[in-house]
């Protein structure tokens, strides 16, 4: 037994989902361009890695515009289940992106520190470098509150990228101070250690995509919810076989219901809609299946 979602619901995901989409896409390109031309003029090896983290944010960015707007696609008849496994491939590509640059900017690195080149125009690469850390605040105070009304794994996915770009963006400030004190070598230092960590997070958001495509159970802390819904009624004299998984922005659960075997089947069937009902006042996307098993 199942219904479609709030109609309220969906249009605050989608309106969520397409602001936080558009102005991740929107960001990525205008740091783009300001970092491009910074390191034009600078050749800082630091500054050519916040370049390439910020062009990997734009594929990725494009990505997620197009994989979360594929998600919200209702079922079809090819697709029963909806298109909500898009938000995870989309996540997955991300993180192959984003370790691919990890590896060129590390070989990168690695031969600014053995080779070091003195940096010019610093003080326009400090410049670019602090304007994109506001612009990033930004887009991240947006996209917070996107993750608040949608749950959206992609966009929380793009959001704990965005955050680590405060701490490279951080690091490039730094690697260009020293690099004007006589420090050449701190340059590439710095684009080593920001590869590395690029390279972590980007295998960790893997790793979460993977286990949402192999249908990992729901947080436990969502499981427990949903048992502690279920006992409400004192009607109910057990519950086993639970299910759950995560699809995009729905949360599917499938559970037996153990009743009382004398009831009349109008009965069970109104217990189990009174389960249904609870559950999907606590989860407006849910997606709910109840069997029931006489005792």
Not at 20 to 43: D, E, H, M, P
Not at 98 to 111: D, P, Q, R, T, Y
Not at 169 to 194: E, K, Y
Not at 279 to 294: K, T, Y
């Amino acid at each position: 037994m199942s219904s479609p979602p709030a109609s309220d619901a969906s249009k605050q995901y989608e309106r969520w989902i397409h602001l936080a989409t558009r102005a991740s896409v929107a960001t990525a390109v205008v740091l783009i361009l300001a970092k491009l031309a910074a390191w034009l003029l600078s050749g800082s090896a630091s500054l050519l890695a916040s370049l390439t983290d910020s062009m990997m944010d734009a594929m990725a960015s494009l990505v997620n515009f197009y994989a979360l707007r594929l998600a919200l696609q209702p079922a079809d008849h090819h697709h029963r289940f909806g298109h909500g496994k898009a938000e995870p491939l989309a996540t997955l590509a991300q993180s192959g992106f984003i370790l691919g640059s990890a590896m060129l900017l590390l070989f990168h690195g690695v031969e600014r520190v053995f080779s070091p080149v003195e940096v010019s125009h610093s003080g326009l690469g400090i410049g670019v470098t602090l304007f994109a850390i506001l612009a990033t605040l930004l887009l991240l105070a947006i996209q917070r509150r996107a993750v608040a009304a949608t749950g959206s794994t992609a966009i929380a996915a793009d959001a704990l990228h965005y955050r680590s770009d405060l701490l490279l963006n951080g690091a490039v400030l730094l690697a260009l101070a020293l690099a004007q004190w006589g420090m050449a070598w701190a340059d590439g230092a710095f684009a080593v250690v920001i590869a590395l960590y690029i390279g972590w997070g980007a295998a960790g958001l893997g790793h979460e995509a993977v286990q949402l495509l192999l249908d990992r159970e729901a947080d436990p802390d969502i499981r427990l919810k949903v048992v502690e819904l279920v006992e409400q009624d004192g009607n109910v004299r057990g519950i086993h076989d639970l299910r759950t998984r995560v699809s995009g922005n729905t949360l599917c659960v499938q559970m037996h219901l153990e009743l009382d075997a004398q009831l009349l089947l109008r009965d069970a069937h109104a217990i189990a809609d009174g389960v249904e009902q609870r559950i999907r006042r606590a989860f407006p996307h849910a997606d709910i299946i109840v069997h029931q098993d006489p005792v």
